[in-house]
Structures are given as C-alpha cells and as structure tokens.
T-cell receptor, first 115, second 115 residues
Framework: GAGVSQTPSNKVTEKGKYVELRCDPI?????LYWYRQSLGQGPEFLIY????????DSGLPNDRFFAVRPEGSVSTLKIQRTERGDSAVYLC?????????????FGPGTRLLVL | AQSVSQHNHHVILSEAASLELGCNYS??????LFWYVQYPGQHLQLLLK??????LVKGIKGFEAEFIKSKFSFNLRKPSVQWSDTAEYFC?????????????FGTGTRLLVSP
C-alpha cells in the first residue's frame, strides 16, 4: 500500500482481556517498529523487527506484551491481561532496511482504551 | 539516563512570527537526529533529519534545523510561520549505542499559530 496502515483505529476493552493490534507496513520495507504514545508524551519504543525476527525487544514493558511478524510483512502486537495503564496510542512504523539514518514512516496508530 | 529534551511544551505565535523550538539530547557518540510533525488528525511525518555532512539541514515547508554537536542540540527554526504550521513537533534521536534503529523521542511541543 501507499503507507503504513494499522487496524483497528480504536479499541476499547476491559481490564484483564486480551487484545491484538495489527500493522501493515509499506510494501518492501524489511524493518518494522512498534511504539507506544501515552497522553502528553512522545512515542516510546517497544520493539523492532528485521524481517521475521525481533532484533530488539528491549522496550516491551513486561511479558504481557508480545509481537510477531511471521512472514516478514504484517505484524501483530499482542497484549495479554490488559491493565488500565496500557491505555495509549500504539504506533507502528516501517523503514526500508533499518539502516542508520533511515526515515521511519509512521502509521495512524491504534488508540487503545482499557476500562 | 540517555534522553531527549524539548524545552517548550506549548508555543503560541502569530502568523509571520519567527519560530525556534529547542531540542537537546544526552547521547554520546554518533547520532542521527530527526524532527517529526503531527498535524491535527494526521499521523507523524518526517519534517527533516540530520544523518551526516552539513549540520544545517533544510526540510519541507521552509523548516530548517542546525546540529550543534558541542551543545548536543538540534533546534528547529522557521523564519515566518503560517497558520497551517499549527501542529505538534517532536524531536527524535537514534544513536550508535542503541543500535541506530530505536528512535528516542522528546515529549513534543504543541505549536499554535493564530491568524
């Protein structure tokens, strides 16, 4: 597609439930990133994929968060046992190769609200 | 801790006023520097970036930024703002010692330009 797409655009769930957030990167981009943006803050890095593998998952806050990219294209961020503190906008970005200085292209985000 | 600081959280200007938004980072070594912009209702998009070479970088819509290594700064400037520049501006850094893939963002500056 023309840009990075994310679904759903909004997700409301109850505390303790499981959610999946999807990211479809720009076609041909091998590098994919997930960030989380809380109210009044800048985006915060969660995880970086190079192809199918998670090359850096140092930003995942705890083991309730997990992400996959099984075919090196679409990625899914999975959150188990959601907590109210997980409420945020989850952003996905992609870049061509993950090389230094490369521009990361961001999607519109998924706004997650945990009640 | 390594971080990115944006000094102004909110800026209000009249059209045709000059703009300078501050950004400082605390990383040592080689860095890449970015300014992203988020217009109301839109996703994050790249305004400009410094990768190497001339420390004065020119971006889209008349924006420029100067990398001053001795001051660990990458301030954003525009000589004459327009109403359409109303947006949130984020400074971001990636660094050799974080693998160059992870972007670390400042907290953002909300700019309101009154007509």
């Amino acid at each position: 597609g023309a840009g990075v797409s994310q679904t759903p655009s909004n997700k409301v769930t109850e505390k303790g439930k499981y959610v999946e957030l999807r990211c479809d990167p720009i076609s041909g981009h091998t590098a994919l990133y997930w960030y989380r943006q809380s109210l009044g803050q800048g985006p915060e890095f969660l995880i970086y994929f190079q192809g199918t593998g998670a090359a850096d998952d140092s930003g995942l806050p705890n083991d309730r968060f997990f992400a996959v990219r099984p075919e090196g294209s679409v990625s899914t961020l999975k959150i188990q046992r959601t907590e109210r503190g997980d409420s945020a906008v989850y952003l996905c970005a992609s870049s061509l190769q993950g090389a230094p200085g490369e521009t990361q292209y961001f999607g519109p985000g998924t706004r997650l609200l945990v009640l | 801790a390594q971080s990115v600081s944006q000094h102004n959280h909110h800026v209000i200007l009249s059209e045709a006023a000059s703009l300078e938004l501050g950004c400082n980072y605390s990383y040592g070594g080689t860095v890449n520097l970015f300014w992203y912009v988020q217009y109301p209702g839109q996703h994050l998009q790249l305004l400009l970036k410094y990768f190497s070479g001339d420390p004065l970088v020119k971006g889209i819509k008349g924006f420029e930024a100067e990398f001053i290594k001795s001051k660990f700064s990458f301030n954003l400037r525009k000589p004459s703002v327009q109403w359409s520049d109303t947006a949130e501006y984020f400074c971001a850094v990636n660094a050799m010692n974080t693998g160059f893939q992870k972007l670390v963002f400042g907290t953002g500056t909300r700019l309101l330009v009154s007509p």
